[in-house]
């Protein structure tokens, strides 16, 4: 299991950040021609949740080959990878996965191989505005609980991948830090627009708006600026 992985500085382009795809393939290249996103240098960090709901969730996760594409394990992941007779799978039928279900047992398991080798719990990019987070849901207090996690800290992973709490007390009005990064970008909440803490940034628009929300580095550091 893949739980933290550290990416190196992108001395040769930008690095750009998208909210929850959820199999919207095509949509995702729209709005990637349309930010002038650069194939060839830039690179594009997803928020998790790749699959689902929309119409070509396996092409979302076949990105995960593409030099230029990075994403964490969301909670739609985490129901991917759920044994067929467990509960999370039979709530992953019915929150947009019955085409996995559809899919033959190897197919299964090469998309399963697929999110375990390529998607971590969170990312820490190091750009010239500082140390960026990227996980799918909450992020602890402090940022090195989760660059140091094991596969026995349960339950933050847990939160990781699937709590709404933080985001619920921003909603608030309660607002707070994370130490050890300069900003963490997270997806997972259905927000009608990106919205902020202190030094976090919810982008996942998709299924409020029918938009998805890419932002760079640069207009992420000037969001919580």
Same mark, same amino acid.
């Given at each position: 299991?893949?739980?933290?992985?550290?990416?190196?500085?992108?001395?040769?382009? /930008? %690095?750009?950040?998208?909210? %929850? $795809?959820?199999?919207?393939?095509?949509?995702?290249?729209?709005?990637?021609?349309?930010?002038?996103?650069?194939f060839e240098?830039?690179?594009?960090? &997803?928020? @998790?949740?790749?699959? %689902?709901? @929309?119409? !070509?969730?396996?092409?979302?996760?076949?990105?995960?080959?593409?030099?230029?594409?990075?994403?964490?394990?969301?909670?739609?992941?985490?129901?991917?990878?759920?044994?067929?007779?467990?509960?999370?799978?039979? $709530?992953?039928?019915? *929150?947009?996965?019955?085409?996995?279900?559809?899919? &033959?047992?190897?197919?299964?398991?090469r998309l399963?191989?697929?999110?375990?080798e390529y998607?971590?719990?969170?990312?820490?990019?190091?750009?010239?505005?500082?140390?960026? @987070?990227?996980?799918?849901? !909450?992020?602890?207090?402090?940022?090195?609980?989760?660059?140091? *996690?094991?596969? %026995?800290?349960?339950?933050?992973? /847990?939160?990781?991948?699937?709590?709404?709490?933080?985001?619920?007390?921003?909603?608030?009005?309660?607002?707070?830090?994370?130490?050890?990064?300069?900003?963490?970008?997270?997806?997972?909440?259905?927000?009608?627009?990106?919205?902020?803490?202190? !030094?976090?940034?919810?982008?996942?628009?998709?299924?409020?708006?029918?938009?998805?929300?890419?932002?760079?580095?640069?207009?992420?550091?000037?969001?919580?600026?």
């Open positions: 299991m893949l739980i933290h992985k550290d990416m190196p500085m992108n001395h040769k382009g /930008q %690095d750009f950040f998208v909210g %929850d $795809i959820h199999g919207e393939y095509d949509l995702l290249l729209t709005t990637l021609t349309q930010c002038q996103f650069n240098c830039d690179r594009l960090f &997803s928020v @998790g949740d790749l699959v %689902d709901r @929309g119409s !070509n969730s396996i092409a979302c996760l076949a990105l995960l080959h593409e030099p230029w594409f990075f994403a964490v394990r969301g909670n739609h992941e985490e129901m991917l990878l759920a044994d067929e007779d467990s509960e999370l799978a039979r $709530i992953h039928r019915s *929150a947009g996965g019955e085409w996995f279900f559809q899919c &033959s047992l190897l197919e299964q398991h399963r191989m697929l999110v375990e998607c971590p719990f969170a990312f820490t990019i190091e750009s010239k505005f500082g140390s960026i @987070g990227v996980c799918h849901a !909450n992020a602890p207090h402090h940022w090195s609980a989760l660059q140091n *996690a094991t596969v %026995d800290d349960i339950a933050l992973l /847990q939160d990781c991948a699937w709590s709404t709490k933080q985001y619920q007390q921003v909603k608030q009005g309660k607002l707070f830090n994370i130490s050890g990064v300069k900003f963490v970008v997270h997806g997972h909440v259905n927000c009608a627009r990106v919205t902020t803490n202190l !030094n976090q940034l919810w982008i996942d628009t998709l299924m409020r708006t029918r938009r998805l929300t890419v932002l760079s580095a640069q207009q992420a550091y000037m969001v919580t600026a």
